[in-house]
């Protein structure tokens, strides 16, 4: 079983998601996220049609000692339609995405994510967003998977999803060793709490994303969006009264949304998301600065 850093890179926003990020600040954010001591590392043949795990690879060449995850459920197949990414990145649609999650396709996707990357191997492969194609991701995709573990291809297996309820059934009916949960255990979004306690009691361990909801917890007054959408009023004024319970403590909301899903036994890192090295550098400074005890039961409260 891999030993997973409490904290990680996520590497969605160096392939350029939302907006373009060149090949020097891409580089400059990785090894920004090295020197403030980051050892998890995850990307995606979806970040970027491919973008991201290239940066990421050349980024890293060269290093050791540090886990990385990819993910598979999309094939990247060449395409001649031109134009941009209609996805949310901003690269050129020079691949089309396809979902794959048979056998065949896992072990492609993760062959093909490998020359990407530069590298032999990956320590953790998750299934990624199974939504409409779970079953045959139960049937065919965790099987491949555990296969490429049991022969040493992979260190660790997973799936990474954006909803509680299809992660459980992975927990419940394999033996995954992670779940990547995006923002469904944040300070404004408790949902997936019942995953975590199934992985509690399992011993399934699991990476926290998506603890800014997309924007909207990432500064300490909040604006922007909510789960990629403009964050109605309603949940702008319950984050502008966490962040004001988070002052009374001398605690920032940013701080405090990094620091609240570690506090769940199950949740082994988060994993934040960051562009450029001053994105990094100030999410470093926040996970080191101590959270009071006294803040957690007056957000409970707020």
Not at 96 to 115: A, H, I, K, N, Q
Not at 145 to 153: D, I, K, N
Request: hydrophobic residues 45%; charged residues 25%.
């Amino acid at each position: 079983m891999i030993e997973l850093p409490r904290f990680g890179f996520g590497a969605a926003p160096i392939g350029n998601l939302y907006e373009a990020v060149g090949d020097e600040q891409a580089r400059a954010t990785v090894e920004a996220a090295w020197d403030s001591g980051v050892r998890l590392f995850d990307t995606a043949p979806h970040y970027g049609l491919g973008l991201s795990e290239r940066r990421l690879g050349a980024a890293l060449a060269g290093r050791t000692g540090y886990v990385l995850s990819t993910k598979v459920g999309r094939l990247l197949v060449p395409s001649g339609r031109g134009g941009v990414d209609d996805e949310g990145f901003d690269v050129p649609a020079a691949f089309e995405r396809r979902w794959d999650f048979s056998r065949d396709g896992v072990l492609r996707s993760l062959d093909d994510s490998l020359s990407r990357l530069g590298l032999p191997y990956v320590d953790l492969a998750l299934v990624h967003d199974p939504d409409d194609h779970l079953e045959q991701a139960l049937d065919e995709a965790y099987p491949a998977l555990a296969e490429l573990r049991a022969q040493g291809v992979v260190k660790a297996v997973g799936v990474g999803m954006n909803q509680w309820r299809a992660p459980l059934r992975f927990v419940r009916e394999t033996d995954v060793d992670v779940v990547m949960l995006a923002g469904r255990y944040t300070l404004l979004d408790r949902s997936g709490l019942p995953l975590l306690e199934e992985c509690a009691a399992r011993g399934t361990r699991v990476l926290a994303a998506g603890v800014f909801n997309s924007g909207l917890l990432a500064t300490h007054t909040p604006s922007g969006a909510y789960d990629y959408r403009p964050a109605p009023a309603g949940l702008v004024a319950r984050a502008t009264r966490l962040a004001r319970v988070c002052e009374a403590h001398g605690v920032t909301l940013p701080q405090a949304a990094m620091a609240f899903p570690l506090r769940h036994p199950a949740v082994a890192a988060v994993v934040l998301g960051a562009r450029s090295p001053e994105e990094v550098r100030a999410n470093a400074a926040l996970w080191r600065r101590p959270v009071p005890d006294a803040l957690w039961a007056d957000l409970q409260r707020a």
